[in-house]
């Protein structure tokens, strides 16, 4: 059984940060790509960053130069330092990740409870 804990959501003023992490815990052979999505009031979910094995990156126009993901891989953790926050990024945010593990290995996609972002103006 695996499990990803996301925490460090909260309120933050237009202009300020906050800084996401995501903990995934259980059976883990390995991990292969995480990253963040985000889903807002009355709209889909989106990615917002992904981060691979190889800690190749990808980011969402919306949050380039203003985003950053990395993760730690001797904690099992993905973070998503987010710097100057808009009203606009205002939405609940999931971790995601691809684990290989259990016995036999296999691979699987997890996803996170989410975690609240809200941004005032």
């Known amino acids: 059984q695996v499990q990803l804990v996301e925490s460090g959501g909260g309120l933050v003023q237009a202009g300020g940060s906050l800084r996401l992490s995501c903990a995934a815990s259980?059976?883990?052979?390995?991990?292969?790509?995480m990253g963040w999505y985000r889903q807002a009031p009355g709209k889909q979910r989106e990615l917002v960053a992904t981060?691979?094995?190889?800690?190749?990156?990808n980011y969402a126009d919306s949050v380039k130069g203003r985003f950053t993901i990395s993760r730690d891989n001797a904690k099992n953790t993905v973070y998503l330092q987010m710097n100057r926050l808009k009203p606009e990024d205002t939405a609940v945010y999931y971790c995601?990740?691809?684990?290989?593990?259990?016995?036999?290995?296999?691979?699987?996609?997890?996803w996170g409870q989410g975690t609240q972002v809200t941004v005032s103006s």
């Open positions: 981060i691979t094995d190889a800690v190749n990156t």
């Open positions: 995601n990740a691809d684990i290989q593990g259990g016995s036999p290995v296999i691979l699987v996609e997890y």
């Open positions: 259980g059976s883990i052979f390995h991990i292969n790509a």
